[in-house]
């Protein structure tokens, strides 16, 4: 099992056929002009590529928030998936299990490097971050609403 690939953005979804669709993709960077803040809504967007030997039985995503200073930033989520079937008419190759989890009302206490760590079954397939600070909005980066205004 390996992490095909992860990003965060703004909001996202699965379909019914099992396909992404993405909000504001790619964040990495927001900026705001005071903390501690209210990120409104922020997704975690990846999919994970599931070996056929692997496909058969239950596994367990982790998705663990780590703020600056390595303490969490939210609340740690576990959600089951599997077992998933294989291809039809090609058992050799790997599925996907994608993942759109969307996190709203995210406390941003400070400046600094946020971390998502994502694990399955007690193992780690990536990590992926996002810098906030306080400087003025840029061009192409979404800013950040305090809470109560």
Do not use: W
Not at 76 to 95: K, W
Request: charged share 20%; with cysteine; glycine share 10%.
């Amino acid at each position: 099992m390996e992490l095909a690939f992860l990003m965060l953005a703004e909001a996202a979804e699965t379909s019914s056929s099992r396909m992404l669709f993405v909000f504001n993709g790619g964040i990495n960077h927001l900026r705001s002009q005071g903390y501690p803040t209210i990120l409104p809504m922020l997704a975690v967007v990846g999919s994970i590529r599931v070996f056929p030997n692997e496909a058969a039985v239950p596994h367990e995503l982790v998705l663990r928030g780590l703020a600056p200073g390595g303490k969490s930033f939210m609340q740690e989520l576990r959600l089951p998936f599997g077992p998933m079937s294989l291809i039809d008419g090609r058992p050799d190759l790997p599925v996907y299990h994608h993942l759109a989890v969307n996190l709203r009302g995210v406390p941003i206490r400070e400046v600094g490097t946020y971390t998502i760590v994502t694990m399955v079954d007690d193992r780690e397939l990536g990590r992926i971050e996002f810098i906030c600070d306080n400087l003025t909005v840029a061009q192409n980066e979404a800013p950040m609403k305090r809470e109560g205004g």
